[in-house]
């Protein structure tokens, strides 16, 4: 089963698991699992349109999805998913 | 990077002293003679002297760095001392800048140090680039984060990145030659108020620490041309499970500053692209605010007022105003709680969750609904000065 690995900002919406297993044979379905087990993450992570936020970036393995076949991309067992918005601080 | 590395002007000899202080360097293969010669002919422009920039100014001075310059406009406050190594408790109150000089020119005073008591914006970065070799991003804000980023592809600086949240950290090198960009990675900010600051959502002190040595090291490698840069990957630090993992980072070629069709050629208005608008204001329940001194003749007068605490219930045990706490998160679960007849104001550290809670009350179809503004850190500063600050 695919690993999807969620950052800190957004534990606090995923019952503040650091990484939810979730069945899926591509990236876009593995991921429309993860929000139906965690509605809260819904709005975080895809815009009022249905579509990803410009601003969250999906890796499958180390690859961005964007360059592999976007959230039609297929996975394999064992495959790690990883979600990186962007973060600002330095002070 | 090959220009970089080719750089020795005749004035970069080492003297006797130099000799002596950087003798570790000049043993090892890698540095030698040659490697800290380099070093003193660069020139590293940091932006900003706070959490990432403290250790980043600090060993780029111990190596031999020839000319740092640094851009900071801000003054040391209590709460910058859990990470910003760089200032001590007596320099509270003075300028930043002023502080890092002290303890620069004391570790190595064959610095040439260049300080630039200036925010940043798009009328001065590129005059500033241009002076530079290399720029590192010590920044704490999406506008910023851009304007580095577009001013480093414009002057044809590689740009130094680094930035923190909570537990956890990315570095990498961006607007080499041949290597993305900031913009490559992230093409879009995200919207004001949805990711927290570190003011809002917390760092953890030696977060900057792991990540500004990051960054320091990466400088270090441009400018010695050693190794392999960070230049087409993202380093992730996740400093609660000490996992550091990287991603590959690509050239964008729709990049719209350093793609093949650049539709960015000259600095833009960054607030505006990030969409902040006037200083850290709420953009969501603009009209329904309550100052802290309304909120104080309010309590005094004993009117039926409920105070909702949106804030998390750690924060609650450093301080609070007796007020009802559901944390912000929670609220659409436990919004059944709450008595819509009633007069609602409601707070958390700095008004910005505060915000988005009456927000989304407002749209629940709650009207007696009201946002402390400035959070409980106004209340400390104007009603309650005993109250601890945080």
Not at chain 1, 67 to 73: I, R, V
Not at chain 2, 11 to 20: G, H, M, Y
């Given at each position: 089963?695919?690993?999807?690995?969620?950052?800190?900002?957004?534990?606090?919406?995923?019952?503040?698991?650091?990484?939810?297993?979730?069945?899926?044979?591509?990236?876009?379905?593995?991921?429309?699992?993860?929000?139906?087990?965690?509605?809260?993450?819904?709005?975080?992570?895809?815009?009022?349109?249905?579509?990803?936020?410009?601003?969250?970036?999906?890796?499958?393995?180390?690859?961005?999805?964007r360059y592999l076949q976007k959230e039609a991309t297929e996975l394999k067992d064992g495959d790690t998913i990883s979600i990186v918005p962007s973060i600002a601080g330095g002070r | 990077m090959a220009?970089?590395?080719?750089v020795k002007p005749p004035e970069a000899v080492l003297s006797n002293d130099e000799i002596l202080r950087y003798s570790r360097h000049l043993i090892m293969p890698e540095v030698g003679m040659e490697?800290?010669?380099?070093?003193?002919?660069?020139?590293?422009?940091?932006?900003?002297?706070?959490?990432?920039?403290?250790?980043?100014?600090?060993?780029?001075?111990?190596?031999?760095?020839?000319?740092?310059?640094?851009?900071?406009?801000?003054?040391?406050?209590?709460?910058?001392?859990?990470?910003?190594?760089?200032?001590?408790?007596?320099?509270?109150?003075?300028?930043?800048?002023?502080?890092?000089?002290?303890?620069?020119?004391?570790?190595?005073?064959?610095?040439?140090?260049?300080?630039?008591?200036?925010?940043?914006?798009?009328?001065?970065?590129?005059?500033?680039?241009?002076?530079?070799?290399?720029?590192?991003?010590?920044?704490?804000?999406?506008?910023?984060?851009?304007?580095?980023?577009?001013?480093?592809?414009?002057?044809?600086?590689?740009?130094?990145?680094?930035?923190?949240?909570?537990?956890?950290?990315?570095?990498?090198?961006?607007?080499?030659?041949?290597?993305?960009?900031?913009?490559?990675?992230?093409?879009?900010?995200?919207?004001?108020?949805?990711?927290?600051?570190?003011?809002?959502?917390?760092?953890?002190?030696?977060?900057?620490?792991?990540?500004?040595?990051?960054?320091?090291?990466?400088?270090?490698?441009?400018?010695?041309?050693?190794?392999?840069?960070?230049?087409?990957?993202?380093?992730?630090?996740?400093?609660?499970?000490?996992?550091?993992?990287?991603?590959?980072?690509?050239?964008?070629?729709?990049?719209?500053?350093?793609?093949?069709?650049?539709?960015?050629?000259?600095?833009?208005?960054?607030?505006?692209?990030?969409?902040?608008?006037?200083?850290?204001?709420?953009?969501?329940?603009?009209?329904?605010?309550?100052?802290?001194?309304?909120?104080?003749?309010?309590?005094?007068?004993?009117?039926?007022?409920?105070?909702?605490?949106?804030?998390?219930?750690?924060?609650?045990?450093?301080?609070?105003?007796?007020?009802?706490?559901?944390?912000?998160?929670?609220?659409?679960?436990?919004?059944?709680?709450?008595?819509?007849?009633?007069?609602?104001?409601?707070?958390?550290?700095?008004?910005?969750?505060?915000?988005?809670?009456?927000?989304?009350?407002?749209?629940?179809?709650?009207?007696?609904?009201?946002?402390?503004?400035?959070?409980?850190?106004?209340?400390?500063?104007?009603?309650?000065?005993?109250?601890?600050?945080?």
């Amino acid at each position: 089963m695919p690993q999807i690995q969620i950052p800190s900002p957004l534990r606090q919406y995923s019952g503040k698991q650091a990484s939810v297993d979730v069945p899926g044979n591509t990236v876009g379905e593995a991921l429309a699992g993860l929000v139906s087990r965690h509605p809260d993450l819904k709005r975080h992570l895809y815009a009022d349109d249905g579509k990803l936020r410009a601003f969250v970036n999906v890796y499958v393995n180390d690859e961005d999805m964007r360059y592999l076949q976007k959230e039609a991309t297929e996975l394999k067992d064992g495959d790690t998913i990883s979600i990186v918005p962007s973060i600002a601080g330095g002070r | 990077m090959a220009t970089l590395s080719d750089v020795k002007p005749p004035e970069a000899v080492l003297s006797n002293d130099e000799i002596l202080r950087y003798s570790r360097h000049l043993i090892m293969p890698e540095v030698g003679m040659e490697g800290q010669q380099k070093l003193k002919a660069a020139k590293v422009l940091c932006i900003g002297a706070g959490g990432l920039g403290s250790p980043l100014a600090l060993y780029l001075t111990a190596a031999g760095v020839g000319t740092l310059g640094i851009v900071d406009f801000d003054v040391v406050d209590y709460t910058n001392l859990q990470r910003q190594i760089i200032h001590t408790t007596a320099d509270v109150g003075r300028k930043k800048l002023d502080s890092a000089a002290d303890k620069l020119t004391a570790i190595n005073p064959f610095l040439n140090l260049r300080t630039f008591d200036t925010k940043l914006t798009s009328a001065n970065a590129l005059e500033l680039f241009r002076e530079f070799d290399i720029v590192a991003d010590g920044t704490d804000n999406f506008p910023t984060r851009y304007l580095v980023n577009d001013a480093c592809v414009l002057t044809g600086k590689p740009n130094v990145y680094g930035s923190i949240f909570r537990f956890e950290g990315q570095a990498s090198v961006f607007a080499t030659e041949e290597g993305p960009c900031y913009r490559c990675l992230y093409p879009e900010p995200p919207p004001p108020g949805l990711v927290p600051s570190c003011a809002e959502g917390g760092v953890l002190g030696i977060l900057p620490g792991l990540i500004g040595v990051i960054q320091a090291t990466e400088t270090i490698k441009l400018i010695l041309g050693q190794g392999d840069s960070l230049a087409g990957r993202l380093l992730l630090v996740d400093a609660l499970g000490m996992k550091f993992r990287e991603l590959k980072l690509r050239k964008n070629p729709d990049c719209p500053v350093c793609g093949t069709h650049r539709t960015i050629t000259a600095l833009i208005d960054y607030d505006q692209f990030c969409g902040i608008r006037g200083q850290e204001e709420p953009v969501f329940g603009g009209l329904s605010l309550m100052s802290v001194e309304e909120l104080k003749k309010k309590l005094d007068a004993k009117a039926d007022i409920f105070i909702l605490d949106v804030r998390e219930p750690h924060e609650y045990q450093i301080c609070h105003l007796n007020g009802y706490l559901i944390p912000l998160g929670d609220l659409p679960k436990r919004i059944s709680e709450l008595d819509s007849s009633r007069e609602i104001v409601a707070h958390c550290k700095m008004g910005g969750r505060s915000a988005k809670a009456v927000a989304f009350l407002k749209q629940a179809g709650f009207t007696k609904v009201y946002n402390l503004t400035g959070g409980i850190n106004a209340w400390a500063d104007r009603i309650d000065t005993k109250m601890p600050k945080y």
